[in-house]
């Protein structure tokens, strides 16, 4: 039965991480009945394993709810939930598509971040109509008329009727209910029109093929439906659509306005990517809805496994990954120390963890990721300029002219007493100031012009410390600017490893150098013999540690019941030894090829 | 595969308690040692040794000598049945333990080797690790079981203690040469959780240190006349332990008493580690039925420590496959790096080798 399409409501939550978010959709599932008490558990619409240990969200998740409001009338919900990291800014534009409305969650013990302000700019250029929903305010330091005077000025967003919840007990979340029942309009698409669905998600199966998560934006499409893709140009016959409730739930159709699932045994993930247009192959559209900006990736890193043989299982992990991850690309790379393996660009750091994570947890790898680069202009002697995302492909010296490295804008909100120490930070980080902007009488936006390159080297954690954890970060690529680069090769027991070499900004090189090699090795292992760690600059050694042979590791006694206990412990270490890579005949650890990432440039 | 020929009985009574011991133990009272060695005898009965069939038996602790005089001379008379005409005996003793009654009782019973704990010569070093005696008593012992005709002495020595410098373990050694004895093991203090050393904090001697005393020791016995036929032990004019060697062959043995291992036929087990269970007649803790991988990793730990090694054929008639060949690579790396040594189809450790044993088993494991 088509269900009127003035009773749907499609929205999402826009919230900063930790404010809140996640709790309120578990509230709200509770309140609808959706899950019984018995299902119900932390955070259910993060269903990744990852998600609940790290208290975030990473991929959208999209439900539907029934619930029926005060007028007497019923609705259907649609939540589609959003991640909050910077990292993922791409997936939360990919959910709003899907969207009519958004509820902007703030903790009004923390005032609105960074990260915020851009996701519900985002929001408003999507033309969603936004609630403001003030969460929390059952804390004692809950300051809720501050966090209002601030939505309303800086965002510009009426808060007179805002919503005063506590998503932890409760408290005024059925008032929420109501308001998006009321204020978020319908979905106004025309069901008679020929099938337009935006596919905003997608998983792989392997029973149904891929899954494609679709909203419906005109028309309809029901099991037994020849569908085209639009862009790739491919049909299939629809053999499942259904709801997700968040267990799927087959129905016999989707109508317009209407979130669900979709499948149509599509073996090959390859035809579908998230943005793309399902259309009726009778009864076509004209032309596909506006898909998704791409996102480029920011950050790439080499990816290759511990074992060489499983590079092809590596392939298809990461063939499967980027169905619903279309902001993960990659492409194979072959480097001397490391063996075949892939070169991967990711959105942030985050999620390059969160990739590495899943590529071990879900597709059991064992894997080797190499220090994160940014892209890199070379302009070459003879004109030309080309582009390295692996620091080891940089041509011969002689060869290159200038190096651009991206720059991004940087934002950075904070309490005002801060400023000094994140104005050294940036400026440590080679930041170039712009502006402080007062955010309210007690916080200030901070903006630099910063190396991208800087920021993923531990930028992060340190504005975090400098500032007690009360900054909050948002930036985005402006441009690429000539700097003094060079790059800078690590040495093990003389050979130079190709998977550690780093692209560094000249005149702190030696201070890098020095703090890697010190870094590596408390990294590296004693070996049977003496390892000399050299970093080295167009071949002129710069800093050298050495890691002097481990001279005794034999157990002094060993009778009887010690024997059992002795070879346990041997089976074990033996283990222990497979997650290291023999590079050469040095046995090298895999942290230690992030090891730059934690380094300190004044670790001496 | 054959029945064993060598038998280990612990006893695990003592009257102090060291500070670096993790061996069963506990303070002796004649209730105890009587119930004790009543559950003893039984487990021992349930192997149905054959008298006449042991080469070796090797009583150790504890402290055995703990046990009042007629408690110990039962036990011996218990097991002397066991042993064949040709046998080494060895019971260990604290040297302010050995008394002219206990040498006697010892002597009569055919005890024909004593491990004695000396373990250091320092005033120090003994307070420290919490030892009732001093060196001189030891060198009394000695004298004692010398006089009544045990010749066949092992002294224990502890080295890397905390605090030990290497002048301490020249000074040690010297003293250790004057006992005049034909058998050291020195061993480096290794620290077991749930002793009074790690209840205190103490760290092992870093591996370095370690190494440094453990060369300066290889030194001063060679040039003494002594072998290192093992990691850890000394010997001169054939004195090896024949008991231990059977442990460093891989071969079988049983094994009684609280806490003791055994290894009977392709079983290896354990007994239980608390005091009235076994009292109540049930030993066993654990038993483990040996599969093909770790028969070959058992083989190796245990051979390896010898510095004679194997024969590559004696491990093909036992695995039914060649070493050479299923680790060469491995093999030809650690021959590059000077831990092995392949002479005359004998594989074995260099002392380079000895020292990172573990580094070798890791390779061929």
Known sequence: ?604 | MALPTSLYIHIPFCRHICAYCDFPKLFYKEEWGKAYISALFDELDSYNIEKGSLKTIYIGGGTPTALDDELLSSLLKKVRPYLSSSYEFTVEANPETITQEKAKILYTAGVNRVSVGVESSSPRLLKLMGRAHSFSDAVTSIAILKKIGISNINADMIYALPTETYEDVKKDIDAFLSLDIDHLSCYSLILEGGTIFSAKGIKEAPSDTQADQYELILRCLRKAGFTRYEVSNFARNGKESEHNKVYWRDEPYYGAGLGAAGYIGNKRYKNTLNFNTYCKGKHLDYEEEVGADDDVHYFLLTNLRLAQGFHLATFKSRFGFSLEQEKSKELASLKKNGLISIEEGRLYCTDKGLLLLDSVLLELF
């Open chain 1, 1 to 604: 039965m088509p269900f009127d399409q003035k009773h749907i409501r499609n929205f999402s939550i826009i919230a900063h991480i930790d404010h809140g978010k996640s709790t309120l959709a578990d509230r709200i599932l509770e309140l609808t009945n959706t899950v019984s008490q018995r299902e119900m558990k932390e955070q259910i619409l993060d269903s990744m394993d990852l998600e609940r240990e790290r208290g975030i969200t990473i991929k959208l998740n999209a439900v539907t709810v029934t619930y029926k409001a005060k007028d007497g009338e019923e609705y259907i919900y649609n939540l589609i939930d959003t991640p909050g990291h910077v990292d993922f800014t791409y997936e939360v534009s990919r959910s709003l598509a899907a969207c009519e409305g958004a509820l902007l969650v703030v903790d009004t013990t923390q005032g609105v971040q960074a990260q915020t302000l851009a996701n519900v700019y985002l929001a408003v250029d999507n033309n969603l109509a936004i609630l403001p929903v003030l969460n929390k305010v059952d804390l004692p330091s809950s300051m809720p008329d501050l966090v209002k005077d601030e939505i309303e000025n800086r965002i510009g967003i009426d808060c007179s009727d805002a919503c005063l919840i506590s998503a932890k007990t409760g408290f005024g979340v059925a008032e929420v209910l109501e308001k998006i029942a009321k204020d978020i309009p319908s979905p106004s698409g025309d069901p008679s029109a020929p099938l337009e669905a935006l596919i905003f998600d997608s998983y792989y199966d392997s029973y149904r093929g891929v899954v494609v998560l679709i909203r419906i934006k005109n028309g309809s499409v029901k099991v037994g439906d020849t569908i085209r893709l639009m862009q790739a140009g491919k049909e299939y016959l629809v053999t499942e659509v259904g709801i997700r409730t968040p267990n799927e739930m087959k129905t016999l159709s989707l109508d317009c306005g209407e979130v669900g699932y979709l499948a149509a045994q599509i073996k090959d993930i390859h035809d579908v990517f998230p943005g793309e247009t399902i259309t009726l192959a009778s009864n076509p559209a004209k032309k596909p809805l506006p898909g998704y900006r791409k996102m480029n990736p920011m950050v790439y890193c080499g990816l290759y496994p511990v074992e060489s043989k499983a590079y092809p299982d590596l392939k298809d992990a990461l063939e499967k990954l980027s169905l619903n991850d279309a902001s993960l690309v990659f492409e194979p790379e072959t480097s001397k120390a490391l063996g075949f393996g892939f070169r991967c660009g990711f959105l942030g750091l985050l999620h390059m963890d969160v990739v590495e994570e899943r590529l071990e947890r879900e597709y059991n790898l064992n894997l080797i990721l190499t220090a994160p680069s940014v892209v890199y202009h070379v302009n070459l002697t003879n004109g030309t300029q080309i582009k390295i995302s692996n620091p080891s492909e940089l041509p011969d010296l002689a060869k290159v002219a200038s190096i651009e490295e991206p720059y991004v804008s940087a934002s950075i909100m904070s309490p005002k007493e801060y400023v000094g120490p994140i104005m050294t930070l940036c400026q440590d980080k080679r930041g170039i100031y712009k502006d402080i902007e007062y955010f309210d009488d007690t916080r200030v936006i901070v903006k630099y012009d910063m190396p991208l390159s800087e920021i993923i080297y531990s930028f992060f954690d340190k504005l975090k410390s400098f500032t007690k954890g009360y900054a909050s970060l948002d930036y985005e690529i402006s441009d690429y600017r000539p700097s003094e680069l060079c790059k800078m090769d690590i040495l093990l027991n003389g050979e130079v490893i190709d998977a550690l070499s780093s692209i560094v900004y000249k005149p702190s090189a030696y201070n890098r150098g020095l703090a890697i090699v010190c870094k590596l090795k408390t990294l590296i292992p004693r070996q049977q013999f003496e390892v000399p760690i050299q970093a080295a600059i167009g071949g002129k050694v710069i800093a050298r540690a050495d890691i002097k042979s481990m001279r005794k590791d034999v157990l002094a006694k060993c009778y009887g019941g010690d024997i059992s206990r002795k070879k346990k412990l041997l089976e074990k270490q033996k283990e222990g030894k497979k997650r290291m890579k023999a590079i050469g005949s040095v046995e090298v650890p895999q942290e230690a090829f992030m090891s730059v990432l934690s380094i300190d440039d004044d670790m001496k």
